[in-house]
């Protein structure tokens, strides 16, 4: 009996033991970055780090934490944040946010609350820590932008992982349930408030490849450029207005999409006149995109569903000959 009580005796010290060092390294480590990302020109600060959860984990809490890079214009402060592991697992974290932070980018600064949010995030083994795959909820999201209007929604779920045997390539799932636009949005496309406040359905699932893995140089040097992306669904519902996508785009170096995706929309003339209202197309090219659509429109036998391939190639999108508008730029900054 003395020998078993000595032998747990030894036990409980030596888990004591690994853990106190364990809470040393994850504050030095800790300390060390934001030292790095200093050193770099960030702006990078907390008031506190406390580490608990002996015996099991490691639970780190950041107080008054604010991080700002300023080659990228990118910034981001929270009363708090924590990160949340178990002892003999590291790899696999949850992080939690707070309900209210701000988020600053080159194009605005917004105001989030949330009543959840949090993230499930599993780390492959090595120093650079890449991402196998990771699981984000948030409940009751608020965005509010300080130059533009308050975009809300009751729930967003996030989901990525890693394709099996590629290191690059990422399969996401994304989710947006009752996704409100800004008021002065909906009122500035939709003068006669036919649509409702909320859309019925935003969702998307889609495999998009990088140029690298998603690690921690994406925060700490820059962001991982899309190389490559199959669309195997992304649907809007917004009253009676509908669109659906499909299809495949390869990404140059520029970041210009290259590929056809194929379009099918319900109440099409509806959208093309909101894209007027909203500024995105001239009356003119909105008149002239509007008389060819529903030539094709006409052939299928449902003036009011379109189904058409939009080809992307040399910066344009191309509906069949006709250049119908400026592709986007795919670049993460």
């Not at 959860?53 to 639970?59: L, S």
């Not at 924590?82 to 105001?111: E, F, R």
């Not at 965005?143 to 399969?171: D, I, N, W």
Request: charged share 20%; net charge neutral.
């Amino acid at each position: 009996m003395k020998r078993l009580l000595f032998v747990i005796l030894a036990a409980a010290l030596g888990w004591s033991g690994y853990w106190v060092v364990g809470v040393q390294g994850v504050k030095s480590g800790f300390a060390n970055w934001f030292g790095a990302r200093q050193a770099q020109g960030w702006a990078a600060e907390y008031a506190d780090l406390a580490v608990r959860g002996f015996p099991n984990r490691f639970d780190t809490t950041f107080t008054d934490l604010s991080l700002a890079d300023p080659a990228t214009g990118w910034a981001w402060e929270a009363p708090f944040f924590q990160i949340l592991a178990l002892s003999y697992k590291p790899n696999h974290v949850i992080a939690i946010w707070p309900d209210q932070q701000l988020l600053a980018t080159p194009g605005d600064k917004y105001d989030i609350t949330s009543a959840k949010m949090q993230a499930s995030l599993v780390l492959d083994a090595g120093i650079d820590l890449p991402l196998n795959r990771s699981n984000l909820a948030a409940d009751t999201v608020q965005v509010a932008a300080r130059e533009g209007g308050t975009t809300t929604m009751t729930a967003l779920r996030v989901a990525v992982q890693r394709v099996e045997s590629t290191k690059h390539t990422y399969r996401m799932a994304v989710t947006a349930d009752d996704l409100a636009p800004p008021l002065d949005f909906r009122t500035r496309i939709d003068a006669q408030g036919a649509l409702p406040r909320t859309l019925a359905a935003l969702r998307a699932d889609l495999t998009v490849s990088f140029d690298r893995q998603w690690d921690r140089s994406a925060i700490e040097q820059s962001r991982p450029q899309p190389t490559a992306l199959t669309l195997k669904l992304a649907e809007a519902r917004w009253g009676e207005l509908e669109l659906l996508a499909a299809g495949e785009l390869e990404i140059d170096t520029q970041g210009r999409p290259m590929g056809r995706l194929t379009v099918k929309a319900r109440n099409w003339r509806e959208m093309i006149q909101m894209a007027v209202a909203a500024g995105a197309l001239s009356q003119g090219i909105g008149d002239q995109i509007e008389n060819a659509l529903g030539m094709l429109a006409g052939l299928s036998g449902n003036p009011k569903t379109l189904d058409v391939p939009l080809d992307f190639r040399r910066g344009l999108i191309f509906l069949g000959p006709l250049p119908v508008g400026t592709a986007p730029i795919v670049r993460l900054r």
